[in-house]
């Protein structure tokens, strides 16, 4: 899988979330230049050590390709690259994967909760709840691309991070 990639946009220094670039064991197994493998948290770290180690893992890479999608916030078309590829050796045959990584909580609708009378509050409610709408606009596109493409998009939470996979 070959694409146009977000590698233009590198990692940045001052992100509240550990960035950098992936120096991978197997590099034969990474699809493009193993030298610019970019995760953008702790998380993508882990997945992509996840890639890297698992001899399952077949062939993968990270921000693999563009995904038009529209943004119900801006109604203006966008583009979302989804954090990594992934083909998966399974017992009936070679999977192949669009995978984002999420924390659980953020694939949840965002409630108003009691007692929000701060702006600071209501600032923080509103945040979320764009982050909310554009993501759901981002996998739904990120679905239909898959589909269209005979590939599988999932979301990778914690639940598979830290309990599936080892340090």
């Known amino acids: 899988m070959r694409a146009k ?3 233009t946009n590198p990692p940045h220094k001052r992100s509240r979330f550990r960035q950098g670039y992936f120096v991978p064991g197997y ?3 990474y699809i493009g230049d193993p030298s610019k493998i970019i995760y953008r948290s702790s998380w993508e770290y882990r997945f992509c050590k996840y890639c890297d180690t698992t001899p399952e893992v077949l062939s993968w890479s990270s921000e693999p390709v563009p995904i ?3 943004s119900p916030i801006d ?3 966008h583009s979302y690259f989804v954090d990594f590829y ?3 050796q399974k017992p009936d ?6 995978v984002e990584i999420k924390p659980s909580k953020s694939l949840k609708q ?3 909760k009691e007692g929000l009378t701060t702006i600071k509050r209501l600032k923080e409610y509103n945040k979320m709840a764009a982050d909310w709408l554009i993501n759901r606009a981002k996998f ?4 239909e691309f898959a589909r269209l493409n005979n590939k599988n998009f999932i979301i990778v939470t914690e639940e598979f991070l830290f309990k599936r996979v080892n340090s």
């Open 68 to 70: 038009p999608y529209i």
């Open 5 to 7: 990639t977000n590698k």
């Open 140 to 143: 739904k596109a990120a679905q």
């Open 93 to 98: 045959g070679p999977v192949e994967y669009l």
């Open 110 to 112: 965002p409630s108003m």
């Open 27 to 29: 590099p034969e197994k």
């Open 86 to 88: 992934m083909k998966l």
């Open 75 to 77: 109604n203006r078309e």
